[in-house]
């Protein structure tokens, strides 16, 4: 009986199981939503999701996958953050900068795994980092300090930081720089290797995944140092000066404001004794050494100054030799005026002394010395050029260029010019020494006295021939042609005037006519004489040309041209180009007529004659 109950109730009470089971709903996947993504960053990001409803079963696993793919699943990347239905958040670690990521939640019970919806989102890309330049500090001349500071590093990490620099602005990584760690933060850059005395550029760099960045550009100047030169050997010395130099080779790094050579008679010569300037910067320079004492033994020394100091070459030595007297020639005279003529030289030679002066000197009689009238024109070796003036006019002078330097003075050789003789309306004459006398070359043209008053011009034949004062014509009244050719004719009233020619000057007696034909060959008793007289005394005074026949041979200079006459009776013109006659201011006594000289065409003596005084002849002026 109690095993019966026993089975009895069994089986009743597997009834009720097979009961209950029948009755009871099997479990679904559980239903959620995604979170959209948020806090992106170039590596993480934020999302997460809600389980609104777990399936009918304990959601096991919840958390949200992703991947570079579309539906990400948990068996790719994923986070677990918790149990259970409701909101949760989850954090992506981890990932790529600048790249696309797709996201789903997921959540785990028992039927399985659900995922909510798709989200997407990029991570921001890695941008460069910030970084300053630190001050430059401890500045040596070959180093210095600097640094920087990266504040942030762009989103990624910094690999590499330090100072990169150039004499140029803005250096970058192709320049000189430091590896100065990694990460952000502040860092010390040590410089060297620097050139002295040289303005730098210096910038803080950073580098991540995006690249590098700088920071500001920061100028320093490194110290300077004294230069380095070389001193040149002594290559050129004379009496009284050298040649020297020297090479600056390194500037030292700051500027060479002064170079050149410091030179004495002690060894060991500075800048604080002589010295020469011989300009700024590197290279090479020549020093000119002068006022030096001959056959004296010197020290020399190249020096070179910057803002550091001054730095000094090897010592060289020379000696200079003895001062020869210097050595010229004379430049024959030229341009002769009244008052004025040029002359010069060429110092061939400065007898290894310094010129002191060089010039021409000049007197009225033989060998001028420096010490009278005498030029100044330079103190170099080579030709040069002298202007004589303040001369008298129709005066013979001695002029030889000179040249002078500590020894003495030499001169070249001696020649002799003849000053013209200007009118008072500044007409200039050719002159000539003939014998003791200092004639014209050339016939009076003056229109004035030498007072400036004014000689009567009588063109017209009858007025000519009435005339018994002073007055003037040109041949034939033509003026252009005749004038500078044949000068004026005068009638003796105008010839005997005590003022026609220039001051100084007067239109010669018939003595001094005389005198001049007695320099040429005539004796004293021919020279008395009148008519022809002589023998080729003419052809000594006329013009080796312009006349229609019989030239002379002008041996004299007195260059006599045929400027025809004036007829006193009917004023007319006759014989130009075959007859010249010149006024004395000589009367022949008694009878209204005056001496005076003919030269022409068909004689070669000189003919003695008075002629009546309104008569137009030539005039030629002797100097007083």
């Not at 050494?289 to 001959?294: D, K, P, V, W, Y």
């Not at 003939?434 to 034949?461: C, H, K």
Request: include cysteine.
């Amino acid at each position: 009986m109690k095993k019966f109950l026993n089975l009895f109730i069994l089986v009743c009470f597997l009834a009720g199981i097979a009961t209950l089971h029948s009755c009871k709903k099997d479990p679904t996947m559980a239903t959620l939503t995604t979170t959209a993504a948020s806090s992106i960053t170039t590596v993480s990001a934020s999302s997460g999701g809600n389980i609104t409803d777990d399936g009918g079963a304990a959601v096991t696993a919840r958390g949200i996958c992703w991947g570079t793919s579309t539906n990400p699943t948990i068996s790719g990347s994923k986070t677990s953050d918790g149990t259970g239905i409701g909101s949760f958040t989850s954090s992506l670690a981890s990932l790529s900068p600048n790249t696309l990521y797709y996201v789903r939640a997921y959540a785990t019970n028992s039927a399985g795994t659900a995922y909510g919806n798709e989200v997407s989102f990029s991570t921001n890309p890695v941008t460069g980092a910030a970084v300053t330049t630190a001050a430059v500090t401890s500045i040596l001349s070959t180093s210095a300090v600097s640094g920087g500071e990266v504040t942030t590093d762009g989103g990624g990490p910094i690999t590499a930081r330090g100072v990169c620099w150039a004499t140029t602005a803005n250096p970058d990584l192709t320049k000189s720089k430091t590896t100065d760690g990694a990460g952000t933060g502040t860092f010390t850059s040590s410089m060297t290797g620097l050139t002295p005395g040289t303005l730098y550029h210096v910038r803080a760099y950073a580098t991540n995944s995006s690249g590098t960045t700088y920071g500001s550009d920061v100028q320093f100047t490194t110290l300077a140092v004294i230069p380095t030169v070389t001193t040149t050997a002594i290559s050129v010395f004379t009496q009284t000066t050298a040649t020297a130099g020297g090479n600056v080779t390194a500037n030292g790094g700051a500027p060479v404001t002064e170079k050149g050579v410091c030179y004495g008679t002690a060894s060991g010569p500075t800048i604080e004794g002589a010295h020469t300037s011989d300009g700024t910067g590197d290279g090479a320079f020549t020093s000119n050494l002068t006022g030096l004492t001959s056959g004296t033994l010197y020290y020399v020394r190249a020096y070179a100054t910057n803002s550091a100091g001054t730095a000094y070459g090897s010592e060289e030595t020379f000696t200079t030799t003895a001062v020869a007297l210097p050595a010229v020639t004379s430049v024959p005279v030229s341009t002769v005026t009244n008052n004025s003529a040029v002359s010069g030289g060429n110092v061939t030679s400065d007898g290894g002394g310094s010129i002191t002066a060089r010039g021409v000197c000049w007197g009225t009689s033989t060998g001028p010395l420096a010490t009278g009238s005498h030029t100044t024109d330079g103190t170099t070796t080579g030709s040069f050029t002298s202007d004589i003036t303040g001369l008298s006019d129709g005066t013979l002078y001695y002029v030889r260029a000179y040249v002078t330097n500590s020894t003495g003075t030499a001169y070249g050789s001696e020649s002799t010019f003849l000053t013209k003789v200007a009118d008072r309306q500044g007409y200039v004459y050719n002159t000539v020494v003939i014998g003791s006398q200092v004639w014209m070359a050339e016939n009076l043209r003056t229109t004035v006295f030498n007072d400036n008053s004014i000689i009567p011009y009588v063109p017209g034949d009858a007025a000519w021939a009435a005339l018994t004062t002073p007055g003037y014509a040109w041949y034939n009244n033509d003026e252009a042609t005749n004038k500078p050719l044949y000068g004026a004719l005068y009638n003796w009233f105008a010839a005997s005037a005590a003022n026609l020619c220039p001051t100084g000057w007067h239109v010669p007696s018939d003595d001094d006519f005389k005198t001049l034909e007695m320099s040429q060959g005539m004796s004293q008793s021919q020279a008395d004489l009148t008519s022809w007289r002589g023998t080729d005394e003419g052809a000594k005074l006329k013009n080796a040309a312009g006349w229609t026949s019989g030239n002379g041979t002008n041996t004299s200079g007195f260059s006599a041209l045929p400027g025809g006459y004036r007829y006193y009776f009917d004023g007319g013109f006759n014989s130009v180009g075959t007859v010249g006659y010149f006024w004395s201011t000589t009367e022949d006594l008694g009878i209204g007529r005056a001496f005076m000289r003919q030269l022409d065409s068909g004689h070669t003596s000189i003919e003695r004659a008075n002629a009546d005084e309104k008569a137009g002849k030539s005039v030629r002026c002797l100097k007083n």
